[in-house]
């Protein structure tokens, strides 16, 4: 029998729409992700404040925000994975590990967390590291299954190391769309995909994948130009984000999760979130 995870995808999405503040960047073991983040009781006590949908950890920093008694706080969306593909320099064995093998999501069921997400990596040349992913996948799609957990998978579709470094995206629509229907047929309740290079792409992503899409943000960019990204994807039919450096390395980052929150539940364009960001 399976439990039903609609009490918990309800905390998530408030109005069908959810803004998740990714802050789980630690896992990756690459310090130029650790700008913003040294102080972490100070960065989660500023977006508690900031009231996104939803903040997401991994099980050792998950405390910081589910110790705190308010009952209106951010969801918790916990980081199950980790691996080693985004370090500027390719390593000799690319890996990806859950934190917990046998038993996956307990750390999430201890933190109250409305979710977990795992990775689905595809790199150019290391299809061992697809496998793993695929294997973490099925691990944890089975404990969510007993429990009730929604389960976001994220497809990343990356290019190789030595174009840019660190693995960058690939925003081709195609394989984009690829990698999502894989990760719809393994069971996804939620998915976090790349943006396609060309927004209005994005719809494809959305009609494959037959869940709720949030959009993956990646590297820091100018502000209005994320902004205005981030209105046309929606208008794709994504039902949110899960942005993290161009919040957290962001100098005001409640006046970004007030611009953001405007285009996922108030249909804000791009122009009208600017103007929502500079009044603070």
């Not at 900031?50 to 925000?65: C, E, H, N, T, V």
């Not at 706080?73 to 916990?78: I, R, T």
């Not at 917990?100 to 201890?110: C, R, T, V, Y």
């Amino acid at each position: 029998m399976r439990v039903s995870t609609k009490a918990r995808m309800n905390r998530l999405f408030t109005n069908g729409g959810c803004l998740d503040v990714a802050l789980d960047h630690g896992v990756c073991n690459e310090p130029s992700f650790l700008v913003g983040l040294e102080d972490m009781p100070r960065v989660v006590d500023t977006l508690i404040k900031a009231r996104p949908d939803a903040i997401q950890m991994a099980y050792g920093q998950a405390d910081l925000l589910q110790s705190r008694p308010e009952k209106d706080k951010p969801a918790l969306v916990m980081r199950l994975d980790m691996g080693n593909p985004y370090n500027a320099q390719r390593h000799r064995v690319m890996w990806a590990m859950l934190q917990n093998f046998d038993e996956p999501i307990i750390g999430a069921l201890e933190m109250d967390a409305a979710c977990v997400v795992v990775n689905l990596f595809m790199l150019p040349d290391e299809p061992e590291l697809f496998r793993q992913c695929v294997e973490n996948i099925s691990k944890v799609r089975a404990a969510c299954h007993r429990y009730g957990m929604p389960l976001m998978i994220e497809p990343l579709v990356m290019l190789p190391n030595d174009i840019k470094g660190g693995y960058q995206v690939d925003g081709d629509a195609e394989k984009i769309v690829t990698l999502v229907r894989l990760a719809s047929e393994m069971g996804a309740d939620i998915i976090k995909a790349d943006p396609t290079d060309n927004p209005e792409d994005f719809h494809r992503v959305v009609e494959t994948a037959r869940v709720p899409v949030l959009v993956r943000g990646g590297g820091r960019e100018d502000l209005k130009v994320v902004l205005k990204k981030s209105a046309a994807l929606m208008k794709q039919g994504a039902k949110g984000m899960v942005y993290g450096r161009n919040i957290y390395q962001h100098d005001n980052p409640k006046a970004v999760v007030n611009a953001l929150m405007a285009i996922v539940h108030q249909g804000a364009d791009g122009e009208e979130a600017w103007d929502i960001y500079n009044r603070g």
